[in-house]
């Protein structure tokens, strides 16, 4: 049972209980093992597990198998890939990110938005065509607290796609 300021400490640091902090991560492991190569010993040890009545202290897995039934999971998993497809014999490539407008380098906020949109638009037009282009406004850099994401991505064949969700409180 846990004390009265150690509740207060978690609600003013914004983290969850401890109980909710075990029982995530026991789900994430049983959804990792769940996940493995079918000849992997702890995804054999997961699915053939039989509950059994025990005196003693319950194993994990009894804890899962409650979990299981609160959470109501899928059971449409995508198998983990542990060795990547890619050849180990093939040199990766780094992207380049131009994080400077091109012409003018003495352009800031306080420049004049006309002039800003057409530096911007040119440095765009120096990346070639058949790239993915993404365009983002950095507004989710630092943020821990009622945060958001967002990304603009322009495709080559000339489909365009917004990504965006909140990742803090809602």
């Not at 150690?6 to 983290?15: L, V």
Request: charged share 25%; hydrophobic share 30%; with cysteine.
């Amino acid at each position: 049972m846990r004390s009265t300021p150690t509740a207060a400490c978690e609600i003013h640091a914004r983290i969850e209980p401890l109980g909710l902090r075990r029982e995530k991560a026991t789900l994430e492991m049983y959804e990792r093992a769940q996940r493995m190569n079918p000849l992997h010993p702890a995804k054999l040890l997961v699915e053939n597990w039989k509950k059994k009545d025990r005196i003693q202290y319950p194993t994990i897995m009894h804890y899962i198998t409650n979990l299981q039934e609160s959470c109501h999971l899928s059971n449409d998993r995508k198998p983990i890939c542990r060795v990547p497809k890619i050849p180990p014999n093939k040199e990766m490539k780094s992207p380049e990110v131009i994080t400077h407008l091109k012409r003018n380098q003495d352009t800031n906020k306080k420049t004049d938005p006309a002039l800003l949109k057409l530096e911007a638009e040119i440095t765009i037009l120096t990346y070639p065509p058949d790239w993915i282009h993404l365009y983002t406004d950095v507004s989710a850099l630092k943020a821990t607290v009622n945060a958001g994401y967002g990304v603009y991505a322009c495709f080559p064949d000339g489909t365009s796609k917004e990504i965006y969700g909140a990742c803090g409180e809602t």
